[in-house]
């Protein structure tokens, strides 16, 4: 059975900094994209950032070189967020394609807040 486990978020100031992790768990032969995205009260889930096995990265406009994704192997993904606003609060959410199915995990909540 596939599992994702965030850990990382919390409570931040304005202009402060967070690191997310995800880890994958489970009998594994290959991951293609990695990723991450978010869900702030009443709005829909968007991307952040994903990157591929062959180390592609795409990522949102709001991103504008604040948050760097990144993998160290083929099962963790990471986001050190910078800079971090106000609106950037809201749950983010590890994903991962393997096979044909897009797994998530449970989320974990950032908030920007003084």
């Known amino acids: 059975q596939v599992q994702l486990v965030e850990s990382g978020g919390g409570l931040v100031q304005p202009g402060g900094s967070l690191r997310l992790s995800c880890a994958v768990s489970?009998?594994?032969?290959?991951?293609?994209?990695m990723g991450w995205y978010r869900q702030a009260p009443g709005k829909q889930r968007e991307l952040v950032a994903e990157?591929?096995?062959?180390?592609?990265i795409s990522h949102a406009d709001f991103v504008e070189g604040r948050f760097t994704i990144s993998r160290d192997n083929a099962k963790k993904v990471y986001m050190q967020m910078d800079r971090l606003k106000s609106e950037d609060t809201a749950v983010y959410y590890c994903?991962?394609?393997?096979?044909?199915?897009?797994?998530w995990g449970q989320g974990t909540q950032v908030t920007v807040s003084s």
């Open positions: 489970g009998s594994i032969f290959s991951i293609n994209v």
């Open positions: 990157v591929t096995s062959g180390g592609r």
């Open positions: 994903c991962a394609d393997i096979m044909t199915r897009r797994y």
